[in-house]
């Protein structure tokens, strides 16, 4: 305790001997202080340190301690807008990925969301995957840059048809495949055609890789094969972006019929389609894949394991066929060389598991009884908001309003009353076609948040048509 006074008492006779000196002036030497102050080595070394923390001193290996420059005030804060020049005009959109990965307050109904409710998620077979995975003897050497030989075979097989090991590059999660194969398949300032709505995250995406993301219209069964031929007239386009399985934010699956449609449109513009296949494993109803049906190498396909199982197992897999996997390979390597090998080895750990197959079986019960719920829930509560339709799976509902209604008021309003929907706005590439908002039934911690989470929004739904007009 002494020493520690001393140190105390050393640091207080400094600090008002620096706010005597100016920037740059040198303080006593250690000898010095000792002799001054009476005081031992230690003593000294740990006032000199605590001042330096604090930014009041900077120490000089063999020269001494100083008096620190003065920390500039707001007034006097560098001008950084000459960064606005240099960077140009090739700004990266963030705004609706973040409002989809940003966690609510405590108090607020989560009805938004990408991932499954924590008390879904296999997080204790996860850890046990993740220890037999790091006893193994290589679990810290260098992966092949492909990825693991066995988990590439596993997604492989997941895809079906003639998909092969070789065909599959392991990435680091959904959103670096896209990212991946947006910059890999088209050219800076070419268009890419999409579904509308679509995902946000792909939207971002593919504004970053300086594309130009060109709306195709869906019904309820998918994308429409015509307006898709038509589009690709149009712009020239050499990429369609899809979901085709449980699309996001619709619900939508498009028929075998229309996925042979779709193929054969893209390959009459020598085109590709990249299939975006990250619900497979959130419905016990997943068609057969379009990369199963592709033999011309049309289809860049992605998987990821990432919202069956947990948001930090970022990893997913790539499957495509002739230059364009090597380009993607190629884009991958430049970009990040590989995925962590820990991370590999845990997901074929688990997958390779029976803790897999029950924790499908789990998840599929679960989302099932949530749809169910939400959609009970909404038709009674908010019957004016009407679904796009009940899909066979998945995490959400899409939803209709009235024409009249203010979607932004409508979710800014629900915020207000302790519930968080998605506005629809941030799923469309172009204007959207009226008020939407997506309502997402994995994220509440059980059914009766659930149901309270669609009181609030009625709540605050009521409260719309109650404002005065201005």
């Known amino acids: 305790m002494k020493d520690d006074s001393s140190i105390v008492q050393l640091a207080a ?132 840059l492909t990825g693991l030989k066995e988990l590439r075979g596993w997604f492989a097989r997941q895809a079906g048809g003639d998909v092969t090991a070789a065909d599959a590059l392991i990435v680091s999660g ?31 995406a593919a504004k970053a890789a300086g594309l130009r993301a060109t709306a195709v219209p869906m019904d309820r069964d998918g994308v429409l094969p015509d307006l898709l031929a038509e589009a690709f007239a149009v712009t020239g386009a050499r990429v369609f972006y899809c979901q085709p399985t449980l699309h996001n934010p619709t619900g939508a699956t498009l028929s075998a019929e229309r996925r042979r449609q779709v193929l054969q449109v893209a390959r009459a513009n020598n085109a590709f389609v990249v299939e975006d296949d990250y619900a497979r494993f959130l419905t016990a109803h997943a068609p057969v894949s379009m990369v199963a049906l592709d033999r011309y190498g049309t289809v860049v396909h992605i998987s990821s394991l990432t919202k069956i199982l947990a948001p930090s197992l970022r990893l997913a897999a790539v499957i495509a066929r002739g230059p364009a996997a090597h380009r993607l390979r190629a884009s991958q390597l430049v970009e990040s060389f590989f995925v962590a090998r820990p991370l590999q080895e845990t997901a074929l750990e688990f997958v390779g598991s029976p803790s897999w197959p029950r924790h499908l079986s789990s998840v599929h019960a679960e989302l099932t009884t949530r749809r169910d719920a939400l959609a009970a829930a909404m038709l009674s509560l908010l ?18 309003l009235p024409p009249h209604v203010d979607e932004a008021a409508l979710v800014e309003g629900a915020r207000r009353n302790g519930v968080q929907v998605s506005p629809g706005r941030i799923y469309y590439p172009a204007e959207p076609p009226g008020p939407r908002v997506r309502v997402t039934h994995s994220a509440a911690t059980h059914l009766a948040e659930l149901t309270e989470g669609v009181r609030r929004l009625a709540e605050a739904y009521a409260g719309l048509s109650e404002a005065p007009a201005t």
Do not use: C
């Not at 268009?191 to 971002?204: K, Q």
């Open 383 to 400: 019957p004016e908001a009407e679904p796009h339709l009940v899909p066979r799976g998945g995490l959400h509902l899409w939803v209709r």
């Open 13 to 144: 006779t400094l600090r008002q001997e620096i706010a005597a000196k100016q920037p740059g002036d040198r303080l006593p030497s250690s000898r010095e202080l000792m002799r001054r102050h009476g005081v031992s080595p230690v003593t000294v070394s740990r006032a000199i340190g605590q001042l330096a923390a604090e930014g009041r001193v900077v120490t000089r290996p063999g020269s001494g301690a100083f008096v620190a420059p003065a920390a500039p005030s707001v007034g006097e804060m560098s001008d950084l807008s000459w960064q606005t020049v240099a960077l140009g005009d090739r700004v990266v959109d963030d705004s609706g990925v973040t409002a989809l990965l940003t966690a609510p307050p405590d108090d607020v109904v989560p009805l938004t969301g990408g991932y499954l409710n924590p008390a879904m998620r296999p997080d204790r077979q996860l850890s046990a995957a993740a220890s037999r995975a790091f006893k193994r003897a290589d679990a810290w050497a260098l992966p092949p």
């Open 174 to 204: 959904g959103q670096a495949a896209l990212s991946h194969a947006f910059r890999a398949l088209a050219a800076p300032g070419t268009h890419v055609l999409v579904e509308t709505p679509t995902y946000p995250g792909a939207l971002a």
